[in-house]
């Protein structure tokens, strides 16, 4: 069975950073690409970063572009989102999911998902 577990959320203050960890039980995590989503209150899902199987291919939600930092490490079954210079507008519960073959920015093209983490930036 997959599991998806995040963690690393929290409350913040604007402009600090947080680190997101997602740990895969996925039994070949490097066939794997990864996503990062984003949901806030009464708002759809919206992508925030993806990350390809080598961690030689990344995205980004042009909200995000130059703050977050999408990683993995293969070895440890676990892919990272850095999180710097935080806005409350980036408010939300973060999610991590896997999909195989290439990177995607579209949620419905992932089939697995982890439980979410929330994150809370106060202004």
């Known amino acids: 069975q997959v599991q998806l577990v995040e963690s ?37 899902r919206e992508f925030v970063s993806t990350i390809s199987w080598s961690g030689g291919n990344t995205a980004y939600a042009d909200s995000v572009k130059g703050r977050f930092t999408v990683s993995r490490d293969n070895a440890k079954n676990t892919v990272y989102l850095q999180m710097n210079n935080l806005k409350p507008e980036d408010t939300a519960a973060y999610y991590c999911a896997a999909k195989l073959s290439s990177i995607s920015g579209i949620a419905g093209s992932y089939p697995y998902w982890g439980q979410g983490t929330q994150v809370t930036v106060s202004s």
């Open 8 to 44: 690393g959320g929290g409350l913040v203050q604007a402009g600090g950073s947080l680190r997101l960890s997602c740990a895969a039980s996925l039994r070949t995590f490097s066939s794997y690409a990864m996503g990062w989503f984003r949901q806030a209150p009464g708002k759809e």
